[in-house]
């Protein structure tokens, strides 16, 4: 069974901070890898994605990577600023089309 | 474009009502997720569905709680004789095809009186 952990489970940062963040899975049989943004109350955000074969994903200021065999993924935000602030969702596709969640990292970026 | 479509936003029920909640796929998409996310948890993957086909319900409580994706018009999540443990929020998710990038929709937050 899939399991996703994300560490840290927050985090306060100041602004202009480069910061990554962590996530880990146990079954390193995945199909993809997805990134998401929530804010309080709202619903998620696709950040990006990352296909198994693929080593890292880009998309503006944020960077993901995955490393498949060690079952880990970063992902990383440039110069953050105070809109950055929301719980990031790291969630794996095991091959059965549905994602397995990890409970997310809420981010503070303080002006 | 129009993005993934949840209804209705909010619902408030009784203990013992049933509560409908209704979800609308990005234009295209033909695979349908529902998720719940319950008060400090993560969300957990309930069923996933194509047109007029269940084709994962791994997720799904055994009882009280089904899902359907009829040819035509949205895919409904129902909850029958709702208890307190039932509120929570539901995300619906769509994809073009399975192992696809899902979109998710606002979401439905069900609170059982």
């Known amino acids: 069974k899939q399991e996703v952990t994300q560490i840290p489970a927050a985090l306060s940062v100041p602004e202009g901070e480069n910061l990554v963040l962590n996530c880990s899975f146990t079954d390193s049989a995945i199909y993809n890898l997805q990134w998401f943004r929530q804010d309080p109350g709202k619903g998620l955000t696709s950040l990006l994605l990352i296909q198994s074969s693929q080593r890292e994903q880009t998309s503006g200021r944020l960077n993901a990577s995955l490393d498949k065999s060690s079952g880990r993924s970063t992902l990383y935000i440039a110069a953050s600023q105070p809109g950055d602030s929301a719980t990031y969702l790291c969630?794996?596709?095991?091959?059965?089309?549905?994602?397995?969640f990890g409970k997310g990292t809420m981010l503070l970026v303080s002006p | 474009n129009a993005g993934v479509m949840q209804n209705p936003r909010h619902l408030v029920r009784r203990r013992g009502q049933e509560a409908r909640l209704r979800c609308s796929p990005m234009k295209g998409h033909s695979h349908v997720y529902w998720y719940r996310q319950l008060p400090e948890e993560g969300l957990k993957f309930m069923v996933y569905l194509q047109k007029e086909n269940i084709i994962d319900e791994s997720g799904m409580p055994k009882e009280r709680f089904s899902a359907e994706f009829p040819k035509e018009g949205p895919s409904i999540l129902r909850i029958q004789q709702v208890v307190r443990g039932d509120s929570a929020a539901y995300f619906c998710?769509?994809?073009?095809?399975?192992?696809?990038?899902?979109?998710f929709g606002p979401g439905t937050r069900l609170t059982v009186l």
């Open positions: 998710a769509s994809s073009p095809e399975g192992y696809n990038e899902q979109f």
């Open positions: 969630a794996v596709n095991s091959g059965y089309s549905t994602l397995t």
